[in-house]
């Protein structure tokens, strides 16, 4: 069990360089996911206090949203706009902590999957692109974990002793 969690949370190393080239994407688009996507959907200590979240509540008006696009999201909508305000808001801050990186990155590739070509298609590719980004930063995070700059780094250190 323990090299199950090593192997998963053990991050690629390789140089300052590479480190610091993830971890940059990683933070900044981590401080948008949570503090731009997230928070208004989704109840945290720092959502406008206007939208009166409670803590991990879900917006009551993303559910419906969910809903519209049919098949699979007309069925369980509660559940996926809580699983996709979950990853913006809670993996934003793992992704700026490098906590679980692999684990929060696979999430929120499927929540920018359904963004980017579920939702923002429909506006053109512009629109996209702030999906896009997210979703390549997800999807690098995934191979590569966090680097050197994380909490990933720190525990398996502390695991592999």
Known sequence: MKKLILKLIKPEEASWAMDIALAVPRIVYGYLLTAEFGSPKFGLPWSDPDKNLKLFEVAFWFPNDVAEYGGIFAIMPAFLAWMAAFSEAV????????????????????????????????????????????????????????????LDYITSKWLSK
């Open 91 to 150: 993996g934003g801050v793992a992704w700026i902590l490098g906590f679980q990186t692999r684990i929060f990155s696979l999430l929120i590739f499927c929540t920018m999957l359904v963004v980017v070509f579920v939702h923002q298609i429909q506006y053109g590719y512009w629109n996209m692109l702030p999906g896009m980004g997210i979703l390549w930063i997800s999807a690098i995070s995934m191979i590569a974990g966090s680097g050197r700059f994380g």
